[in-house]
């Protein structure tokens, strides 16, 4: 079975930062594009970062040039550095990742559990 592990949310003020790490584990071929979600209550989830294997990287016109997505492939690993933190950043936010198994052409794609981030003024 493949699983996605977050850690690093917590309770931060406005203008501090977090760290959010993200392992995928399991039998897999390969990792294609990672990725970072958010959703706060009554709202959508909405897409914050992504990245994909080679390095590319995009992300939500809310989060460029505070946030920064990067991945450690040897370790399937996914970081999302959240700097500038305001208010409205907190949400409850999800790694994603896209793969494939070992010797399948089949993309697969899954999520972790969430955790939780709340920035306080």
């Known amino acids: 079975q493949v699983q996605l592990v977050e850690s690093g949310g917590g309770l931060v003020q406005t203008g501090g930062s977090l760290r959010l790490s993200c392992t995928v584990s399991?039998?897999?071929?390969?990792?294609?594009?990672m990725g970072w979600y958010r959703q706060a209550p009554g709202k959508q989830r909405e897409i914050v970062a992504a990245?994909?294997?080679?390095?590319?990287?995009n992300y939500a016109d809310s989060v460029k040039a505070r946030f920064t997505i990067s991945r450690d492939n040897a370790k399937n690993m996914v970081i999302l550095q959240m700097n500038s933190l305001k208010p409205e950043d907190t949400a409850v936010y999800f790694c994603?990742?896209?793969?494939?198994?070992?010797?399948?052409?089949?993309?697969?794609?899954?999520w972790g559990q969430g955790t939780q981030v709340t920035v306080s003024s």
């Open positions: 990245i994909t294997r080679t390095g590319t990287t």
């Open positions: 994603n990742a896209d793969y494939y198994r070992q010797f399948s052409a089949e993309p697969l794609t899954s």
């Open positions: 399991g039998h897999i071929g390969g990792i294609t594009t």
